[in-house]
């Protein structure tokens, strides 16, 4: 089966760090680009962040550039969000996702998603 | 940068054919996929290639692209079917997503 499980994320106070973590199992892992894509509250999907299959470039959206960083372990077949100086504006739910295809492609699996909350 | 267009909310009645728009600055120029999110839930993928359903998405979903928007038509429309619906292109390297499409189905 194919399948994406996030985890790490959790309350943390505004100025703070996290790390999230993305295990992939049932398919290739080296294969694919990866993403992560986040929806606060009462609010749309927005796209957080994109990995090339070979890890070699990663890709953000404006508001996270510079404080999130992506990153992919072929051993573990897992992906890492490393979100640091977080804001309230970065509470949502995280989702991981497979792109298929690579550039351009679709995203045809995700997991069920980890809850960030930044909080004072 | 690139923006993707969708009416807040759609209503249609059971049976009746739903119609999500999406638009973008020569959309038809790439592919677009769809995306269905139930209450609660992850988002599945519905239409991907503009027009292609994934294993397991019935044949009642249906997708086309061309100039600057992209449609989303769900036939014989399931009270199953009430999610949110959002669709998505590529702006370079980086992925958009459209606002999200409500749609009730009462």
């Known amino acids: 089966e194919v399948k994406l499980v996030e985890s790490g994320g959790g309350l943390v106070q505004p100025g703070g760090s996290l790390r999230l973590s993305c295990a992939a199992s049932g398919f290739n892992f080296r294969n694919h680009w990866m993403s992560w894509v986040r929806q606060a509250p009462g609010k749309g999907l927005e796209w957080v962040a994109n990995i090339k299959q070979d890890g070699s470039e990663s890709y953000y959206v404006d508001s996270v550039r510079g404080r999130f960083t992506l990153s992919r372990d072929f051993a573990e077949s897992s992906l890492y969000l490393q979100m640091d100086n977080l804001g309230a504006e970065d509470t949502a739910v995280y989702f991981c996702a497979r792109i298929y295809g690579g550039y351009t492609g679709y995203m045809d699996v995700w997991g069920k998603g980890t809850t960030v909350t930044v909080s004072s | 940068s690139y923006e993707l267009t969708q009416p807040p909310s759609v209503s249609v009645s059971p049976g009746q054919t739903a119609i999500i728009s999406c638009s973008g600055d020569?959309?038809?120029?790439?592919?677009v996929s769809w995306y269905q999110q139930m209450s609660g839930q992850s988002p599945v993928l519905v239409i991907y290639?503009?027009?292609k359903r994934p294993s397991g998405i019935p044949e009642r979903f249906s997708g086309s692209n061309s100039g600057n928007t992209a449609t989303l038509t769900i036939s014989g429309t399931q009270t199953m079917d009430e999610a949110d619906y959002y669709c998505q292109a590529w702006d370079s390297t980086t992925v958009v997503f459209g606002g999200g499409t409500k749609l009730t189905v009462l």
């Open positions: 020569r959309l038809g120029a790439q592919y």
């Open positions: 290639h503009d027009n």
